[in-house]
T-cell receptor
Framework: GEDVEQSLFLSVREGDSSVINCTYT??????LYWYKQEPGAGLQLLTY?????DMKQDQRLTVLLNKKDKHLSLRIADTQTGDSAIYFC??????????FGAGTRLAVHP | NAGVTQTPKFQVLKTGQSMTLQCAQD?????MYWYRQDPGMGLRLIYY???????DKGEVPNGYNVSRLNKREFSLRLESAAPSQTSVYFC?????????????FGAGSRLTVL
């Protein structure tokens, strides 16, 4: 079946940039998403990118998509303690369903 | 605007007991979903309903049943709970048109099966 993979943990210093990476296997992906989950809460959409785009920027967030390598990344500029959360990559493709990665826990320290 | 509301937020069951998780959305969305979240495994789709009157199995449907009661409500039933069903359950909904299928999630229901 289709798969989405992410590293499980990332630690950064406050004020630095964070880069969270994701790889997916579905060659017919149409949209790819980043969701954020804060402790004890549901998932919130951060941003998404259409598969014919290479990059999307939204304030401190930059999404890069390399469709050839099936690689998606999320860059958070000037990372703050409030950015500490779990970040999920998700793929909507050929199975007409949203497939999630395992999530990357971002820890921001002073 | 409440979005997606799930009840209960917490539940403890004994093995073999049954229960129903309720979900309602007020965004007039066509599609609704039930996911479970387990540590290190992300979210796995249990069942979904693309539109009122239809339901389909996801990745991990065994041990669960669903009912799309109307456009607003989508319930998840555990007929005979097992410890392997200890998890956090999320309901979600989406408009599911021709564009990006953006899901709106509920706050989750934490279920423990002893």
């Amino acid at each position: 079946g289709e798969d989405v993979e992410q590293s499980l943990f990332l630690s950064v210093r406050e004020g630095d940039s964070s880069v969270i990476n994701c790889t997916y296997t579905d060659s017919s992906s149409t949209y790819l998403y980043w969701y954020k989950q804060e402790p004890g809460a549901g998932l919130q959409l951060l941003t998404y990118i259409f598969s014919n785009m290479d990059m999307k920027q939204d304030q401190r967030l930059t999404v890069l998509l390399n469709k050839k390598d099936k690689h998606l990344s999320l860059r958070i500029a000037d990372t703050q303690t409030g950015d500490s959360a779990i970040y999920f990559c998700a793929d909507f493709g050929g199975y007409n369903k949203l497939i999630f990665g395992a999530g990357t826990r971002l820890a921001v320290h002073p | 605007n409440a979005g997606v509301t799930q009840t209960p937020k917490f539940q403890v069951l004994k093995t073999g007991q049954s229960m129903t998780l309720q979900c309602a959305q007020d965004m007039n969305h066509n599609s609704m979903y039930w996911y479970r979240q387990d540590p290190g495994m992300g979210l796995r789709l249990i069942y979904y309903s693309a539109s009122e009157g239809t339901t389909d199995k996801g990745e991990v449907p065994n041990g669960y049943n669903v009912s799309r009661l109307n456009k607003r409500e989508f319930s998840l039933r555990l007929e005979s709970a097992a410890p392997s069903q200890t998890s956090v359950y999320f309901c979600a909904s989406s408009a599911r048109g021709t564009g990006a299928n953006v899901l709106t999630f509920g706050a989750g229901s934490r279920l423990t099966v002893l």
